[in-house]
């Protein structure tokens, strides 16, 4: 997968140091996935929300952290849509973030 707003990964782990190397350790996977449909992103994230088709909500550093991705399986492109803390996550509407 071709991983987009890696900038904003590093802004939130430079706030929240402790998300590093779990955030770090998505970006690799998903970096190198070849995720063609949503089962295969479960398949591998069993923990993970399929909020529809393509927008994914998966738990980061053993759910202390909600990242949001939108996930363009046609042309292998993930977007990274939201990561913050669960309270941020709350107020945010997962589906169209």
Not at 24 to 40: L, V
Not at 48 to 54: F, L, N, W
Not at 75 to 94: N, P
Request: aromatic share 14%; charged share 25%; hydrophobic share 45%.
């Amino acid at each position: 997968m071709h991983v987009l707003a890696l900038k904003t990964l590093k802004l939130f782990w430079q706030r929240h140091p402790d998300a590093e190397q779990a955030i770090r350790a998505w970006y690799y996977e998903a970096k190198n996935a070849r995720w063609a449909k949503s089962a295969d992103v479960k398949a591998r994230y069993p923990s993970a929300s399929i909020v529809r088709a393509e927008r994914i909500v998966f738990n980061i550093c053993g759910n202390k952290y909600r990242l949001i991705v939108r996930v363009n399986f046609g042309s292998g492109t993930a977007f990274v849509r939201f990561v913050g803390t669960h309270a941020e996550y709350d107020k945010v509407d997962a589906e169209t973030v």
